[in-house]
């Protein structure tokens, strides 16, 4: 294992590693509060965490795109200074804040919808008055915001030496160049070949919404700008609205 950390792309076999475990946290802590709705078996318990890797890949992949571009783009005698673990560092730092912010943030979402993340987070983005004011009043933000920091800075600690492994070791620029591309085909294969139906595989939706992942889902909404209107708002047939109307109108 600790030949993957002594090579030039090695920081994003520490990225994959943050991102796998922080993911695989969030989908056992929503497995639990839902546990008396998911009917498991065992093909479903299995398919929760094999479909949920493969969704945990894609985001990786995204994630690790401005790090795939600082490893190939810095010459060797500047990457193997110790000045450059500087801007690395903040890099890491920057998107583990993000993925430790998207754990309280997927679970808090998950205890009110029952879901990964849909156009109903990319709303609170948009209407950020309304939401910061009720988070504000919910929530001990200055306690919350030192222990996401505190835990995003023991995160970078811990894998401190996994990353600077990556300087031990010299490649030339054409071989960088060759592995960033073939690095390349997993996020752009994610992005035009895989969309957030593949994980419903199952009639339990809690068992479907687990094997996905909150990062993922947020952006495929984003994208499509959509929202399942029958699954989050009661409704009635026609033929209901009708008689309804027809009563209205009666009286």
């Known amino acids: 294992m600790q030949a993957?950390?002594?090579?030039?792309?090695?920081?994003?076999?520490?990225?994959?590693?943050i991102v796998f475990t922080l993911s695989f946290i969030t989908r056992v802590t929503l497995m639990i509060i839902s546990w008396?709705?998911?009917?498991?078996?065992?093909?479903?318990?299995t398919g929760i965490f094999f479909i949920g890797l493969f969704y945990d890949m894609i985001v990786w992949s995204f994630?690790?795109?401005p790090v795939a571009l600082y490893c190939w783009l810095m010459k060797d005698s500047w990457y193997q200074k110790k000045w450059q673990?500087?801007?690395?560092?903040?890099?890491?730092?920057?998107?583990t804040l993000i993925l430790v912010i998207n754990v309280g943030g997927e679970i808090i979402f998950?205890?009110?919808?029952?879901?990964?993340?849909?156009f109903i987070a990319v709303d609170y983005l948009v209407y950020t008055t309304e939401v910061l004011g009720n988070?504000?009043?919910?929530?001990?933000i200055p306690f919350i915001a030192a222990g996401v920091a505190m835990l995003t800075v023991f995160i970078i600690f811990s894998i401190r030496k996994k990353l600077t492994a990556s300087q031990e070791v010299s490649m030339r620029f054409g071989k960088r160049t060759v592995f960033f591309f073939v690095f390349m085909l997993v996020p752009v294969a994610g992005y035009f070949l895989v969309n957030n139906r593949l994980k419903n595989s199952s009639s339990n939706n809690y068992v479907n919404e687990l094997g996905g992942n909150g990062i993922y889902e947020f952006g495929s909404a984003f994208w499509n700008n959509e929202l399942d209107y029958n699954k989050f708002y009661a409704t009635r047939n026609d033929s209901a609205n009708f008689k309804i109307l027809r009563n209205m109108l009666d009286s």
Do not use: C, M, Q
Request: a positive charge; aromatic letters at 22%.
């Open 4 to 17: 993957l950390f002594k090579h030039r792309f090695g920081p994003l076999v520490v990225l994959a590693l």
């Open 36 to 45: 008396t709705n998911l009917e498991l078996t065992f093909l479903r318990f």
């Open 63 to 65: 994630f690790a795109i």
């Open 85 to 95: 673990r500087i801007p690395l560092f903040i890099l890491f730092f920057i998107i």
């Open 110 to 118: 998950w205890d009110e919808f029952n879901v990964r993340y849909n």
């Open 135 to 140: 988070i504000r009043e919910s929530y001990n």
